[in-house]
């Protein structure tokens, strides 16, 4: 008995000062291509929508022209964006599955079997990156959409929607930095600088092209 009792049950101990007992870091490149994805998405369907928007604004003051462009704007981006992942996305699969095929052929031990297997489950599906694709340019060109929808004044319709585009295009460069821990003012001054030109360039040479007589 005396020895059961001298029997001594040791626990991990934690000690935070010297960080032994601290999670190990997480790979933040991991969220890289969904953040990409949804950013790019988002700020896609902002940018070419409010540009779209500010472009018609410029030679047409009538509120129904702009949004009727925009929503056309909207959707067939949507599309264009979704087409275009899934494209990409299967081809992506299409090459992964066919060097998998190449191994396999070339025989592997069960230790290769097992780690192809799980390399499957991690396979990218066409199909959700489409509607990923499609569901983030949709959100990013509503903004500029629901900004104009209800204002009639001509004058102050186009600067709510630069103003309300302007905000977006800081907030989503703040969450893609965020999420990825990466600077937020360079991420934010990155994707605000990239929006406004693009807007300015539509803008302006829409106008250029209606005082040179083009009526709508």
């Given at each position: 008995m005396a020895a059961l009792n001298d029997v001594q049950i040791s626990f991990p101990e934690c000690q935070t000062e010297h960080k032994e007992c601290q999670e190990p870091d997480f790979d933040y490149s991991q969220r890289a291509q969904w953040i990409r994805a949804a950013v790019l998405g988002a700020n896609d369907g902002l940018v070419s929508v409010a540009s779209l928007m500010m472009g018609v604004g410029g030679v047409n003051k009538d509120v129904k022209a702009m949004i009727l462009t925009g929503f056309a704007g909207l959707v067939a981006g949507a599309c264009s964006m979704a087409t275009g992942e899934f494209v990409s996305v299967y081809s992506q699969l299409d090459i992964e599955l066919a060097q998998m095929k190449r191994e396999k052929r070339r025989g592997m031990g069960d230790n290769e079997v097992a780690v192809q297997e799980t390399q499957k489950e991690k396979l990218p599906n066409p199909v959700q990156a489409a509607l990923a694709s499609a569901l983030a340019f949709s959100l990013g060109a509503l903004v500029p959409l629901l900004a104009a929808a209800f204002i009639h004044d001509h004058k102050v319709r186009m600067g709510v929607v630069v103003a309300a585009a302007t905000l977006a295009l800081v907030v989503l460069g703040g969450v893609g930095a965020v999420l990825g821990r990466t600077?937020?003012?360079?991420?934010?001054a990155r994707v605000l600088i990239g929006g406004c030109?693009?807007?300015?360039?539509?803008?302006?040479?829409?106008?250029?092209?209606?005082?040179?007589g083009l009526e709508m």
């Open positions: 600077p937020v003012v360079k991420s934010c030109m693009a807007m300015a360039i539509t803008f302006g040479l829409t106008k250029l092209i209606g005082i040179g």
